[in-house]
T-cell receptor
Framework: EPEVTQTPSHQVTQMGQEVILRCVPI?????FYWYRQILGQKVEFLVS????????KSEIFDDQFSVERPDGSNFTLKIRSTKLEDSAMYFC????????????FGNGTRLTVT | QQPVQSPQAVILREGEDAVINCSSS?????VHWYRQKHGEAPVFLMI?????EQKGHDKISASFNEKKQQSSLYLTASQLSYSGTYFC????????????FGGGTRVLVKP
């Protein structure tokens, strides 16, 4: 079965550094999302992306965050200047179509900001 | 606005039943249920659409009461493999909307 692939699986960075998290969506999926989960807490929506543009974003997704799909395959989340509170598991998720479609999650990238 | 799940945690003996509830203050297009094992990604269980349908996945089933904007997940004759955190995700009226997840219900099934 096709999978959503995320890299790296674990990223350690220093406060203030930029990080890029990468996701390869399932090939025929149209909607892409980033979620994050702070350890032991709920899964929080960050941003949705459709037709090469952001369709919705949460309050968490401030100016430090950006997403793009530069080459039509990789879907990336960039954090420009990481803060300690950005430490979390970041999940990429994709959706095939608008109706009756389950969200497929990647295995996540654990980001640790020191 | 995120859906509210209850209870926050439940401990079961193998073979026992449990119900997890998910309620929303907003009109819902659908409710999704996911299970997450520790250190892993959430895994899709089922989607329920408005119309009050019920669905099943092995001995896990769910219902969706559109009028009450509630969904319930039923764990029947629980197995050890049912342990994990269960999240409901709600989707609003516009298709392709993001899923907003509830706070999760931790389920521990003991032998």
């Amino acid at each position: 079965e096709p999978e959503v692939t995320q890299t790296p699986s674990h990223q350690v960075t220093q406060m203030g550094q930029e990080v890029i998290l990468r996701c390869v969506p399932i090939s025929n999926h149209l909607y892409f999302y980033w979620y994050r989960q702070i350890l032991g807490q709920k899964v929080e929506f960050l941003v949705s992306f459709y037709n090469n543009e952001i369709s919705e974003k949460s309050e968490i997704f401030d100016d430090q965050f950006s997403v793009e799909r530069p080459d039509g395959s990789n879907f990336t989340l960039k954090i420009r200047s990481t803060k300690l509170e950005d430490s979390a598991m970041y999940f990429c998720a994709t959706l095939r179509g608008a109706y009756n479609s389950p969200l497929h999650f990647g295995n996540g990238t654990r980001l640790t900001v020191t | 606005q995120q859906p509210v799940q209850s209870p926050q945690a439940v401990i079961l003996r193998e073979g026992e039943d449990a119900v997890i509830n998910c309620s929303s203050s907003k009109a819902l297009y659908s409710v999704h249920w996911y299970r997450q094992k520790h250190g892993e990604a959430p895994v899709f269980l089922m989607i329920l659409l408005k119309g009050g349908e019920q669905k099943g996945h092995d001995k896990i089933s769910a219902s969706f009461n559109e009028k009450k904007q509630q969904s319930s997940l039923y764990l029947t004759a629980s197995q050890l493999s049912y342990s994990g955190t269960y999240f409901c995700g709600t989707e609003g009226e516009a298709a392709g909307n993001k899923l907003t997840f509830g706070g999760g219900t931790r389920v521990l099934v003991k032998p």
